[in-house]
């Protein structure tokens, strides 16, 4: 079973790369093959996925993914793409943030129902580590951040859209910002 492999990347197609380590080409399923460029080096976290009828090995880029990857796969109906779609596309703070909140609308992906959504809720809201998930207290609260987020209420957005839009733009000076600044950029971010 792999683990790990370092190496450069000799081809890729949509959604896998060839690496090869020690004179031996490993295909690696991955989310886009677009983060690679044929003859740079990379490492990778491997996941080997195995079946009656096939192996297959499954990349990501930290030490985390591949343990994220890992708890989401134990939930029925999350096979190894979804779950590599599911953090490709929205990424572990965010599914988290869904998770915790209860958002399973927010989970969608290509490949993955609404039953399925809320079973990865049911099945994993008090296996994830507190760590993984951001409440955004660390951002500065202010009266023109609060009237924004309500106008993204009044639009129709979710909580838990408006919560992760607001940890996106955590970085921005957001005391220096009007309110429609604010709505500007929260808008941007979702």
């Known amino acids: 079973m792999i683990s790990y492999i370092k190496g450069s990347i000799l081809f890729t197609d949509e959604s896998s790369v060839c690496i090869l380590a020690n004179n031996i080409g490993w295909d690696i399923n991955v989310y886009s093959s677009i983060d690679y460029q044929l003859g740079s080096e990379y490492e990778m976290f491997v ?69 399925v959504s809320q079973k990865i809720i049911l099945e994993l809201k008090n296996k994830i580590p507190k760590s993984y998930i951001n409440t955004g207290s660390d951002i500065p609260k202010s009266e023109a951040l609060d009237n924004a987020m309500e106008a993204l209420r009044t639009l129709g957005y979710s909580t838990s859209d408006i919560s992760t839009s607001v940890i996106k733009i955590k970085d921005l000076d957001i005391s220096k910002l009007n309110e429609s600044e604010l709505l500007k950029e929260l808008l941007k971010s979702i």
């Open 47 to 115: 996941y080997t996925h195995q079946t009656e009828k096939s192996t297959s090995y499954w990349g990501l880029k930290s030490l985390e993914e591949l343990n994220f990857f890992k708890m989401l796969i134990t939930v029925s109906g999350v096979g190894p793409k979804t779950a590599s779609t599911l953090i490709g596309e929205k990424g572990i703070s965010n599914i988290c943030n869904y998770i915790n909140s209860g958002d399973f609308k927010s989970l969608k992906v290509k490949g993955l129902g609404e039953t």
